[in-house]
């Protein structure tokens, strides 16, 4: 884990937040599938969130319980820096999402844009579900990001997964009922085009 969250330190040090390659104005298409599920008292994890916008857009909606998680700190530093006094309405979780201590059956929503597709090893993608599984309360949603089939091998230098609709809701399986999926292409800052694939599956 130690290596892991250096690479990501790394990367955040050494870019600026609208340099990275996920980088995004506003989490448009994670900030509706949130806001068509849930109403302004849910409480909401966002894994991975780093330096993204979601917890402005989230803030600005009205939402009130937010979470968000991240392997490097210095990330989770720029975001605070960045909302100001309204970062205290945010709870702010430095952490590896495979080992981090969650509470139990606590999300209304677990969101994650671009961390599972990091999940080479599949033993860390059964811990990553296995957190799901033990945080997000039953009847609560899961909003997974990842590259689609289309997207690319590999990204800040790591190898990444690819996944069809149907690939990446098995890989959670019969406890997480598939409500939909869409496909996004995402425009990267350096200009290049990277296929995303959202799914929302319900928490049985």
């Excluded at 892991?4 to 600026?16: D, F, G, L, P």
């Excluded at 009205?62 to 100001?84: F, Q």
């Excluded at 997480?176 to 959202?198: C, D, K, N, S």
């Amino acid at each position: 884990m130690a290596d892991r969250r250096q690479h990501w330190e790394t990367v955040y040090n050494s870019k600026a937040a609208d340099q990275v390659s996920w980088f995004q104005t506003h989490a448009a298409s994670s900030l509706r599938l949130i806001t068509g599920c849930a109403d302004r008292d849910a409480r909401i994890i966002d894994v991975g969130g780093g330096t993204s916008v979601l917890a402005d857009d989230l803030l600005d909606a009205g939402y009130r319980h937010l979470s968000v998680l991240d392997l490097a700190e210095s990330a989770l530093a720029a975001s605070r820096a960045r909302l100001g006094a309204r970062a205290q309405s945010v709870q702010w979780i430095a952490g590896d999402i495979t080992q981090a201590e969650l509470p139990a059956a606590h999300y209304d929503v677990w969101h994650d844009r671009a961390v599972f597709h990091f999940l080479t090893d599949p033993a860390d993608r059964a811990r990553y579900v296995a957190q799901v599984l033990k945080s997000v309360k039953p009847g609560g949603h899961v909003i997974i990001a990842t590259f689609g089939p289309g997207g690319p091998l590999q990204c800040s230098g790591l190898d990444v997964m690819r996944y069809a609709p149907d690939v990446l809701h098995a890989e959670f399986g019969m406890p997480f009922r598939l409500l939909g999926h869409e496909t996004e292409i995402h425009h990267t800052p350096a200009g290049q085009e990277q296929e995303f694939v959202y799914c929302y599956c319900l928490r049985t």
